[in-house]
């Protein structure tokens, strides 16, 4: 492309991932809807899917490529559905350096001071696998 | 559908060399994008962007030069979106993306003429599975397979009947989970020891009936087959059918249209062996390798 220099970034900040959940409605709206919103007024680089569930299905390599990226805070449902949808797609998430927030059941505030950083949220809900 | 090649990402770029946009721009263009289909990835700033390696498709308001892009293997297509209303971006990525079939979401599929399919399948909880292949002898429609190494897998995701959740039910580790269920665990929510509980009491109904729901529907149909011969009734016969189906639909363990879109008894009957011995012949190599 250029020769421009290659931007500044942080290996060690943990990666963003939120998932639209576009090919359903389980998600409620205002919640996914609020969650991305915080996230894109940030202006802190994060990775925007339209449906883990889709991409999984597909294998998509970005699955792989985020599961091998380090530190991940992901926004999307149910945790073990999460992992679930990782493993069978071949690329399981590591079982430490995951966080991943329920829009299913959490708040869009809840969730995005989870993404943030700002509220220490366990890894999974309790009773769930880790 | 799943055959569909991975669709390009988008890359906003924020970075060094670039102007960013208005928060409710990006927001608006995120919105629109990932709507459509497309993931979308805000770049330049905080965590490094995944290297590609699909294409890619950078967006940005570049103040000369684009940056680099590092990595990844994908064909990179660049953007200058300067003074571009938002339609006007969403077409370029729509016609950088070319001619290459993708899957949409329902409501852009309306829009743009494309495809949905809705990605509802089995995600097996691997913590929880015991590889007993209840599952795969109960569905009839291959979904199920064996990996190499003898253990489940879930092989035709596309094979699955959408919004039909019924192999979890047989499942007696509650191990199966559709994540766009609408109730928990189904849905992947935490099991408790209750749901476990349920479970197995429904595998031990399902035993004491004599077998998995098919099973039932072929002893049914057996049965009104038998009525059939004796009154030569074709009418009984389906009403028979029809009874038995509405049941098995009112009590909401099975889909209507699955059950209507269920082949003949004859041939469940034949699926069913099939998938039967091949859930057996799992086991047996399973144990073999063990």
């Not at chain 2, 015991?130 to 199920?144: A, G, I, K, P, W």
Request: aromatic letters at 4%; charged letters at 25%; one cysteine or more.
């Amino acid at each position: 492309m250029s020769d421009a220099p290659t931007p500044p970034s942080d290996p060690q900040q943990p990666r963003l991932l939120y998932c639209r959940c576009a090919y359903a409605q389980v998600v409620p709206d205002d919640v996914k809807n609020d969650v991305l919103a915080g996230l894109a007024d940030s202006g802190a680089a994060f990775e925007a899917v339209p449906d883990l569930c889709e991409m999984a299905a597909r294998r998509d390599p970005q699955l792989a490529e985020l599961a091998a990226a380090g530190p991940l805070r992901i926004a999307a449902c149910w945790p073990r559905a999460v992992r679930g949808l990782f493993t069978q797609a071949g690329s399981p998430l590591p079982k430490e350096g995951v966080a991943i927030h329920n829009m299913r059941t959490d708040s869009a505030t809840t969730v995005l001071a989870g993404m943030q950083g700002i509220a220490d949220t366990p890894e999974t809900a309790p009773g769930d696998t880790p | 559908m799943i055959a569909s090649p991975t669709p390009p990402r988008v890359v906003l770029y924020e970075g060094p060399g670039a102007e960013p946009l208005e928060a409710a721009t990006r927001r608006d263009l995120f919105t629109r994008l990932l709507d459509r289909g497309y993931a979308v990835s805000l770049a330049g700033r905080g965590a490094p962007a995944t290297p590609p390696e699909a294409a890619v498709i950078v967006l940005g308001r570049f103040q000369g030069s684009p940056p680099a892009v590092e990595g990844g293997s994908g064909p990179v297509s660049v953007r200058d979106i300067s003074g571009e209303p938002l339609e006007q971006v969403v077409d370029a990525v729509e016609a950088a993306r070319g001619s290459r079939p993708m899957n949409r979401p329902e409501a852009a599929a309306a829009e743009t003429g494309g495809e949905t399919w809705k990605p509802w399948f089995p995600v097996i909880d691997m913590d929880r599975c015991t590889n007993c292949m209840q599952c795969l002898s109960f569905c009839l429609f291959d979904v199920y397979g064996v990996s190499d190494d003898h253990h489940l897998q879930v092989e035709n995701p596309a094979n699955c009947k959408v919004n039909c959740p019924a192999c979890s039910r047989v499942c007696p580790d509650v191990a199966i989970m559709f994540p766009k269920y609408h109730a928990g665990p189904i849905d992947g929510a935490p099991v408790s020891e209750s749901d476990v509980s349920r479970e197995k009491m429904k595998v031990d109904i399902s035993a004491l009936l004599g077998g998995d729901i098919y099973a039932k529907l072929r002893e049914r149909s057996a049965g009104a087959k038998a009525r059939f011969s004796r009154e030569r009734s074709e009418d009984q016969a389906l009403a028979e059918r029809r009874r038995c189906l509405k049941k098995l639909a009112d009590a909401e363990a099975i889909p209507r249209e699955v059950l209507d879109a269920l082949p003949t008894p004859e041939e469940i009957q034949r699926r069913a062996a099939e998938a039967a011995a091949r859930a057996e012949a799992a086991r047996a190599a399973a144990e073999a390798a063990t």
